[in-house]
């Protein structure tokens, strides 16, 4: 009889462990699919703006069509793209885009001085430390969820209920690179 309450109390425990590894994974997952949501925001809050620094620009620049298209185009490719990373390399895109904005912006002292370009200027820097702050959280989510899922217990509990591992969220090659500053 005390063999059988042994081995009950083992199986008790056995399931109790159970529920709490899958109540965890459950747990990270949501957590993660809130970062994910989190850096989505700031990605819209960003898609939003563009248009209106585009047409700031114009209004200085408007012979620079070509410039001002590529960065429509590149904030409506990053807008549609769907998967994390689609979206990574579209974001790439529009970051470099901005970034030739802001350089073209550099040739027109009208535009650096106009009170608008500055306070869009400023509002898109927030923003982008925002988006780079939530994805330092996604990427911190996601790893620890990654590392729940491969370690051993709880990759047992993972690999029946198909707990996947999340990509994270990383630099692209052009931000990467060195950036060289001459005064």
Not at 23 to 48: C, F, I, M, P, T
Not at 79 to 86: Q, V, Y
Not at 121 to 138: A, F, M, P, T, V
Request: hydrophobic fraction near 45%.
């Amino acid at each position: 009889m005390t063999a059988f309450y042994i081995i009950l109390a083992v199986l008790l425990i056995i399931i109790l462990w159970g529920v709490t590894a899958y109540n965890s994974l459950v747990r990270l997952r949501n957590k993660a699919d809130e970062a994910e949501a989190g850096v989505d925001a700031h990605l819209k809050q960003r898609y939003d703006l563009v248009p209106n620094l585009v047409e700031t620009v114009r209004g200085y620049a408007s012979h620079e069509k070509s410039t001002l298209d590529a960065v429509i185009e590149a904030r409506n490719r990053a807008g549609m793209a769907g998967s994390l990373k689609d979206r990574a390399d579209a974001e790439a895109g529009l970051s470099g885009a901005l970034t030739k904005l802001f350089a073209l912006a550099e040739n027109y002292p009208d535009l650096k001085a106009n009170q608008n370009f500055i306070s869009l200027q400023n509002e898109l820097s927030g923003i982008e430390e925002g988006i780079l702050n939530s994805r330092k959280y996604y990427n911190a989510v996601a790893r620890e969820l990654n590392d729940r899922i491969m370690m051993f217990p709880s990759s047992l509990i993972a690999s029946v209920f198909h707990f996947g591992k999340r990509d994270y969220i990383e630099a692209d090659d052009a931000e990467r690179t060195r950036v060289d500053v001459r005064f």
